[in-house]
């Protein structure tokens, strides 16, 4: 089982986010697994970049790198009065949410800048340009169903055969339907797709492989 270093895991442990560390760990196993495919680590849903210490120090260990999606204003559940809402994150000069400057700074305490491509932007628009083909996808963005599903279609149809998909939030469970039930369905949809077998469940973290070209 690959395990990150400690200082790795520390600076991901300090990182202003909210995945825990189990499921971390898990992310970082599947991720070095598929950098043996030599290609790109997507993440769509960068926040303040605690996810994306994990993935750079994968990339760097398979001689790769991580590019992470994000548009930096915040999903749904961080807007003003829902719950997961930071005004530490907020620019006072447009009254928004801006999380890039955090996530700079979290790269840079990590030491992993240079393993990183930061993408601004809308993850459909982003998702349209891209023309290469990935070794994994994260999926941790937006978590309406409009949203995961766009992340969906956007992305997985450019994973390599043998590349590996990632759902986090998967909650089951109707009582988690704000945070997890669209990420449930976008898992769903994957596995009847009848391109992605499933590989590990942690928690709310979904591993999966593509196995099919067809999708």
Known sequence: MAS?????????????????????LALYEA??????????????GTYCGRSTIL????????????????HHRGSEEQQPGW????TT????????MDTLPTFRRTLHAAGLEDHVI?????SPQVARVWGGRLGFVFIDGGHT???????????????????????????????????????????????E??????VSATDSLRVLRRTSAAL
Do not use: C, N
Not at 4 to 24: C, D, N, S, T
Not at 89 to 96: L, M, N, S, T, Y
Not at 156 to 164: R, S, Y
């Open 145 to 191: 169903d409009e949203h995961a599903s766009a992340d969906y279609e956007g992305w997985a149809p450019k994973l390599a055969e043998g590349g590996t998909l990632v759902i986090h939030d998967v909650f089951p469970d109707p009582v988690d339907e704000f945070t997890g039930q669209a990420p449930y369905r976008v898992y769903l949809r994957a596995l």
């Open 83 to 86: 719950e997961y809402h930071d």
């Open 31 to 44: 991720a070095v697994a598929a950098g043996a495919l030599g290609l790109p680590l997507l993440e769509v």
């Open 4 to 24: 990150p270093q400690p200082q790795i895991l520390a600076a991901f442990e300090a990182a202003k986010g909210f995945m825990p560390v189990r499921e971390g």
């Open 55 to 70: 993935l750079a120090d994968a990339a760097r260990a398979s001689g790769t790198v991580a590019v992470t999606v994000d």
């Open 89 to 96: 994150v907020v620019d006072p000069e447009v009254g928004r």
């Open 118 to 122: 930061a993408v601004v932007g809308q």
């Open 193 to 198: 797709s009848g391109a992605f077998t499933e």
